[in-house]
């Protein structure tokens, strides 16, 4: 195969697109939680798998960042390892799948168990980013609802848990408030990972390629995950440790290991449990 | 009471459809506590008015004054649509004739009635669920449909349930646009002896649009009778559907099928 024969531009989108996009990303950080609509573009892998992500990777990475990519909690799985090779090629930047090594951490749904610190930004790609869609299938009512501050059809849905299942059932993209003031989808993550968007050091971004939308927590805000006074937010747990490395307080993947219904618990967060477990045995072999 | 000004002033009120009058030039006063028919054949602009004056149709001319609960009056026109869509919440209700369009067909009876209170703020399950298990109650949906949605119930039940979701707040006023409308006699016999009793211990201001002048006879005060986007008659119940003046007043009532 012959050398490369296109020249990207870096980070692949052309310098409007990327002002454009970083111009909405001032507003969004502006307005904690409030959806900003942009005028999302195309790009190399199709609408609805991170093209949103993608985009703000790509307006706000530079050659002096470090690109950790992870789907569900892993760095090795195909998308992951796809969309870090990516940016290598068009941006030219290092990668690495160590959390408190990276400047940028691209996500679909976990954050990593590794504390995030002061400087790093957390990208997710997000599918769906009005909290309230479901509910309420007009636009220009969900848009209405948000500015004049009206989510007592949020709590319905609640309520309706509640009612059907006698707890609050949802575990994933469970809804919050941010900074008191707009409830907001904290895309697919699961509702393990919530409490780590409240006060957090890092900057959160959201993309939503195909709905146009990019929103973002700034460091040290508050959210708050609705609940009722007397059901309160709870946020998902596991009875056992992982399966692999051992760590609790984790959140853990059903991996099914045979035809018979069997199943083991393994961390999610691929960096967080291969370094567990190596630090395990080196701990033995020192012993 | 302390009630010296009227709830609701309407004075040369109209509302345009383009260069087309939908209602016009309409006067009244509305106190605290008292019901007020609208009657009129269809597309005489009763539910234009009923719209007008609820705000989901902007007012073209004229003026609502309108008695907030601190004691304020305020020009409807001039709120804001944030502090409208409050009155909304906490202060009025609307019970539409198609139950659909004023309820949540996929969400539980419970929810429904609860979706008001959580709009304005209460947050704890408990009491929102016993709140609205009482309501039922008091609407005669019993207490065992709790968690069913308004699909699996009757018409007459979920006209029921779309007045407890209305009053669960305790609003001062209540618009009606033909709520019995859609249902078969003996139905529409006892939710007007249901909506009578709730107004009364209530002590609710309504106004109901309906082209039934048995309705209005039952469980109004005043009515005002409308043609072609005008008040014709307005007065006592009893002395308009008794003692009808406008030559029109006079067509509706003698055209009701004596028994």
Redesign the interface.
């Known amino acids: 195969m012959s050398a490369q024969q296109i020249e990207y531009n870096i980070g692949y989108l052309d310098e409007q697109t990327k002002r454009m996009i970083r111009r909405t990303l001032l507003k969004a950080v502006a307005i904690p939680g409030f959806q900003v609509p942009f005028a999302s573009r195309e790009v190399p892998l199709p609408r609805g798998w991170g093209t949103g992500g993608v985009q703000l990777t790509a307006a706000i990475i530079g050659s002096d960042d470090v690109l950790k990519v992870i789907d569900q909690g892993a760095d090795d799985t195909t998308n992951a390892v796809s969309i870090r090779a990516f940016f290598n090629l068009v941006a030219g930047v290092p990668t690495t799948t160590r959390t408190e090594d990276a400047t940028i951490i691209q996500t679909r749904h976990r954050i990593p168990e590794t504390p995030l610190g002061e400087g790093q930004i957390m990208v997710y790609q997000v599918p769906i980013p009005e909290p309230l869609r479901f509910l309420e299938p007009r636009e220009t009512e969900t848009r ?1 609802m948000h500015a ?1 501050n ?1 989510y ?2 949020m ?2 849905k609640l ?2 848990d ?3 299942y006698g707890h609050i059932a949802k575990t994933y993209d469970y809804p919050v408030l941010v900074n008191d003031r707009y409830l907001m989808a904290p895309s697919p993550t699961p509702s393990f990972d919530n409490p780590k968007l409240h006060q957090s050091q890092a900057l959160h971004i959201f993309g939503a390629g195909r709905e146009k939308r990019i929103y973002a927590i700034p460091p040290h805000t508050d959210v708050e995950s609705l609940g ?4 309160p937010f709870e946020p998902q747990s596991f009875d056992q440790p992982c399966a692999i490395c051992g760590s609790t307080g984790v959140y853990l993947d059903q991996i099914i290991t045979d035809n018979a219904g069997g199943a083991m618990y393994a961390c999610s967060d691929s960096d967080h449990c291969e370094r567990t477990a190596a630090r395990a045995d080196n701990e033995e072999a020192a012993s | 009471m302390s009630d010296e000004r009227p709830l609701l002033e309407v004075r040369n009120v109209s509302h345009r459809y383009g260069d087309r009058f939908g209602c016009r030039g309409v006067d009244f006063d509305l106190w605290p506590g008292e019901v007020l028919a609208v009657v009129g054949e269809s597309g005489s602009g009763k539910s234009t008015l009923l719209g007008t004056l609820s705000q989901r149709l902007d007012t073209s001319e004229g003026s609502i004054r309108y008695r907030l609960h601190d004691g304020d009056v305020a020009n409807l026109a001039e709120l804001s649509e944030s502090a409208v869509r409050r009155l909304w919440r906490s202060e009025w209700g609307f019970v539409h004739q198609n139950a659909a369009d004023g309820l949540r067909m996929q969400v539980s009876a419970g929810g429904n009635v609860g979706e008001p209170l959580m709009a304005n703020g209460w947050r704890h399950y408990g009491r929102i669920r016993a709140e609205a298990t009482d309501w039922l109650e008091r609407v005669e949906i019993p207490r065992d449909r709790v968690d069913d949605t308004p699909a699996a119930f009757s018409g007459g039940m979920r006209q029921r349930l779309q007045i407890a979701r209305n009053l669960v707040v305790s609003p001062r006023l209540v618009f009606m646009d033909e709520p019995t409308s859609g249902l078969d006699v003996s139905v529409q016999a006892r939710l007007l002896d249901l909506i009578r009793s709730l107004v009364s211990d209530l002590e609710l201001a309504v106004i109901i649009v309906t082209h039934d002048l048995a309705v209005a006879r039952l469980i109004s005060h005043r009515t005002l009778v409308m043609k072609d986007g005008r008040v014709v008659e307005s007065g006592l119940t009893d002395r308009v559907l008794d003692d009808p003046q406008a030559p029109y007043t006079q067509l509706l009532v003698s055209s009701i099928l004596q028994g």
Not at chain 1, 228 to 231: N, R
């Open positions: 209405r004049l009206e007592g059809l709590y319905v309520y309706e509640i009612a059907k009722f006074e007397d059901y």
